[in-house]
């Protein structure tokens, strides 16, 4: 779930972005609406507990974001939040099972690599296992990194812009995707986009509206 009140954020330059209030049960999916540059990235980092929001509560799957320290923030993070950023930060000197191996390290868990090898055959990637990622497809990639996210059934799903440089068809598959993964884990889904067609794709989607950026003092 996620609960988020007057929620303002403030950049160093003195920019403000100040996002609408939401209420997302568990299990539920939030789309986020807006050009680039309207602040969707910027709240999917504070749902993270990768910046911390100037003013206004953020509690996110049952924990107050801003309540946490900063080694707390990184082992919530890592057990309870899955994040699939537009740059998908894929470690070439890794091996695709090895790219996944880092999130226990992460959270401070020992590996469990049968949990590794069924994360990647649940999502068809059981025999890419060995390769690095220069040895990937776009499309590949990208369910390597949702492998990822989802390897420790996090109680919310994290996702910016995942469509963005997809044709129609990998458009579909990759929303699809994103569904059943929350699906199978319970996960409160939670969708960056600019794109049209994941707004028709899904719409009777709970969404939450950017405007186009108004800079201002952050004393304002």
């Known amino acids: 779930m996620i609960e988020a009140r007057d929620l303002c954020h403030a950049y160093p330059d003195g920019a403000t972005l100040r996002f609408g209030d939401v209420s997302v049960p ?3 999916t939030l789309l986020l609406r807006g050009a680039s540059g309207s602040g969707k990235s910027t709240w999917l980092a504070l749902a993270a507990g990768l910046l911390t929001p100037q003013s206004g ?3 996110v799957a049952g924990q107050a974001v801003a ?7 990184d082992r ?3 057990r309870c939040i899955g994040f699939l950023p537009q740059k998908l930060f894929l470690s070439e000197a890794l091996s695709v ?3 996944l191996a880092l999130v226990y390290f992460a959270s401070g868990l020992g590996v ?3 949990a590794i090898h069924g994360a990647l055959e649940a999502l068809d990637l059981g025999t890419l296992a060995g390769r690095k990622p220069s040895q990937l497809s776009g499309g590949q990639a990208q369910r390597v990194a949702l ?3 989802l390897l420790l059934r996090p109680r919310v799903l994290l996702v910016d812009e995942p469509t963005a440089s997809l044709d129609d068809a990998s458009c579909a598959a990759a929303l699809a995707l994103l569904q059943d993964g929350a699906r199978t884990t319970g996960a409160t889904l939670v969708i960056a986009t600019h794109d049209a067609r994941v707004v028709r ?6 969404t939450l509206a950017f405007p186009a950026p108004v800079p201002e003092a952050a004393t304002a």
């Open 97 to 99: 099972a090895d790219n």
């Open 57 to 59: 509560e953020l509690v």
């Open 201 to 206: 794709a899904l719409p009777d989607t709970m």
């Open 147 to 149: 492998a990822r996210a």
């Open 26 to 28: 568990q299990g539920g």
């Open 112 to 114: 469990d690599r049968a």
């Open 76 to 78: 919530w993070r890592a």
């Open 67 to 73: 309540a946490l320290r900063a080694g707390e923030r």
